[in-house]
């Protein structure tokens, strides 16, 4: 079954900051990869998806995602963080197996980012 | 609708009742998904309909959770004889035909069972 592990639970970072957000997944089939925001108090948004091509994904707020199929990652990267990137991020994995396509979520990590 | 509604958006319920949310997904939309939101446990999934086919229900917890979606369109998630343990946010998503598409979610029903 499809699995995704997020390595860190809270990650907290300076403003100005480089930060990387770490995500592995499991699944036997090809897959499509997400990264999901979700600012205080508010829904899910999405911040960029993978679905096939280039493995440098550029994603909305200057994000960006890196597939490495060999590593089974897709981990997430900004240069450099502001305070309104305060928030939860999940990393998704959807794959066809057994008949359903669902979509499934990390546990989350938590960025504070400080002034 | 312009995005996928949930309701009620709150709601407190004593131990033992049953309770019904609702999620009206983005119209055209051909899958819809329920997760549930705890502290610290990330999105867990529950429950998957894509179109006519068979729901995905491997993430239901227990046989008080049941769900159904009634004409392709608007889903209703019940739970029967509600725990404290059942306390959550209840998130609601939907996606366009095709698995290379992003869901889109509801703002969530938050559950308090006391």
């Known amino acids: 079954a499809q699995s995704v592990t997020q390595l860190d639970s809270q990650v907290p970072v300076f403003e100005e900051a480089p930060v990387e957000l770490r995500c592995n997944y499991s699944?036997?089939?090809?897959?499509?990869l997400f990264w999901y925001v979700q600012y205080p108090n508010q829904g899910l948004q999405l911040l960029l998806k993978?679905?096939?091509?280039?493995?440098l994904v550029k994603g909305i707020n200057g994000f960006e995602a890196e597939f490495n199929k060999s590593q089974t990652s897709f981990h997430l990267r900004k240069p450099s963080v502001h305070i309104s990137d305060t928030a939860e991020y999940f990393c998704?994995?959807?794959?066809?197996?057994?008949?359903?396509?669902?979509?499934?979520f990390g546990k989350g990590t938590k960025l504070t980012v400080n002034p | 609708g312009a995005g996928v509604s949930q309701s009620p958006s709150n709601k407190v319920t004593e131990k033992g009742k049953d309770v019904e949310l609702r999620c009206d997904p983005i119209?055209?939309?051909?899958?819809l998904y329920w997760y549930r939101q705890s502290l610290g446990q990330g999105l867990e999934f529950l429950i998957y309909?894509?179109?006519?086919?068979?729901?995905?229900k491997s993430g239901l917890p227990s046989d008080r959770f049941s769900a159904e979606r009634t004409g392709g369109s608007v889903s209703t998630l019940t739970i029967q004889r509600t725990q404290q343990e059942d306390s959550a946010v209840y998130l609601c998503?939907?996606?366009?035909?095709?698995?290379?598409?992003?869901?889109?979610f509801g703002q969530g029903t938050r559950l308090t069972v006391v």
């Open positions: 998704a994995v959807r794959g066809y197996q057994g008949g359903s396509e669902k979509l499934v």
């Open positions: 699944s036997s089939v090809s897959v499509y």
């Open positions: 993978y679905l096939s091509g280039s493995t």
């Open positions: 119209s055209g939309h051909t899958a």
């Open positions: 309909f894509q179109g006519n086919s068979a729901p995905d």
């Open positions: 998503a939907s996606n366009p035909f095709g698995s290379y598409t992003e869901a889109f």
